[in-house]
């Protein structure tokens, strides 16, 4: 069975800080590692993904996000935060199981203050 | 290239009634999956197919089923709709069922049951 966890269902930057998101996992198989944004009314977008090549994914809009495999954790961070990034963000992990199905967390929504 | 689109955007049914939900998959894209999101929490995996088969399946009843036509398009129909049923459903197309194959989501169907 494979889970996802994301601490902080809310967080609050002000613009240009540093965002960070957490997530850890569970998986009892090498996982791939996906982060989605959600903006309002709207699907979800791939941010970026982890395929067990680097360790250091870089994705759009400046996030990237570290698999540390020790920690089971592929935390999301971005160096300075736009008011654009203000959105929902999803952790999800897939792994090689019936329908090689996305298993998404429960979000962490994304304020930027001016 | 046109994405993935959904239909209709919003629909509202009455307990006990049955809806039909439509996705039309990116070109080229033989693997279709459906999720639903309740309101504050992450996508669920509902069921994915593959070339008109039904390729695995989520922890919902089967008054949830679904169809894959042969242009690769899909529906998704539940049965006796209960007030938990109100979510927005996404589809997610992929170029092929592996588990390195992105999925691309469309914008979602929101379901409101009164």
């Known amino acids: 069975a494979q889970s996802v966890t994301q601490l902080g269902s809310h967080v609050s930057v002000s613009e240009g800080a540093l965002v960070l998101l957490r997530c850890n996992y569970s998986?009892?198989?090498?996982?791939?590692l996906f982060w989605y944004v959600q903006y309002p009314n709207q699907g979800l977008q791939l941010l970026l993904k982890?395929?067990?090549?680097?360790?250091l994914v870089k994705g759009i809009n400046g996030f990237e996000a570290e698999f540390k495999k020790s920690e089971t954790s592929f935390h999301l961070t971005k160096p300075s935060a736009h008011m654009s990034d203000a959105a929902e963000y999803f952790c999800?992990?897939?792994?090689?199981?019936?329908?090689?199905?996305?298993?998404f967390g429960g979000g962490t929504r994304l304020m930027v203050k001016p | 290239e046109t994405g993935v689109t959904q239909s209709p955007t919003h629909l509202i049914k009455t307990r006990g009634q049955q809806v039909t939900l439509r996705c039309s998959s990116q070109?080229?894209?033989?693997?279709v999956s459906w999720y639903q999101q309740a309101l504050g929490q992450g996508p669920q995996f509902i069921f994915q197919?593959?070339?008109?088969?039904?390729?695995g399946r989520g922890n919902f009843p089967p008054r949830f089923s679904g169809l894959q036509f042969p242009n690769y398009s899909s529906e998704l129909n539940v049965n006796a709709l209960e007030l938990d049923d109100s979510a927005l459903y996404l589809c997610?197309?992929?170029?092929?069922?592996?588990?390195?194959?992105?999925?691309?989501f469309g914008p979602g169907t929101r379901l409101t049951v009164t």
């Open positions: 982890y395929t067990s090549a680097a360790t």
């Open positions: 997610a197309s992929s170029l092929d069922r592996g588990v390195a194959y992105e999925q691309y």
């Open positions: 070109s080229g894209h033989n693997t």
């Open positions: 999800a992990v897939r792994g090689v199981n019936a329908g090689n199905m996305l298993t």
């Open positions: 197919y593959y070339r008109e088969e039904e390729n």
């Open positions: 998986s009892s198989v090498p996982p791939y």
